[in-house]
């Protein structure tokens, strides 16, 4: 078994890996929808009326609110939608 799959079994571990692989696909997914209309980070927070470094700060995978996502998202014409799974 590999190292991390055996780490992955520490409750607490697993936690944080999980929150850390949550943060990272938002990261991931912003960066996509604002590439994809062509905008930078500074346009887009421009758009959404926030500062260019919270654009920056998630889109490398920092703690944001679900309010702040929300008006990135409705500045790209998206919706935030939250999910349990």
């Given at each position: 078994?590999?190292?991390?799959?055996?780490?992955?079994?520490?409750?607490?571990?697993r936690?944080?890996?999980?929150?850390?692989?949550?943060?990272?696909?938002?990261?991931?997914?912003l960066?996509?929808?604002?590439?994809?209309?062509?905008?930078?980070?500074?346009?887009?927070?421009?758009?959404?009326?926030?500062?260019?470094?919270?654009?920056?700060?998630?889109?490398?995978?920092?703690?944001?609110?679900?309010?702040?996502?929300?008006?990135?998202?409705?500045?790209?014409?998206?919706?935030?939608?939250?999910?349990?799974t």
């Amino acid at each position: 078994m590999s190292s991390y799959k055996k780490q992955l079994e520490n409750p607490e571990f697993r936690e944080g890996f999980e929150e850390e692989t949550s943060k990272l696909d938002s990261a991931a997914a912003l960066m996509s929808a604002r590439e994809a209309q062509g905008l930078t980070q500074r346009e887009l927070a421009e758009r959404a009326g926030v500062p260019q470094s919270t654009i920056a700060r998630i889109e490398r995978g920092d703690n944001t609110s679900k309010e702040t996502l929300s008006r990135i998202a409705f500045a790209l014409g998206k919706k935030l939608k939250v999910q349990f799974t």
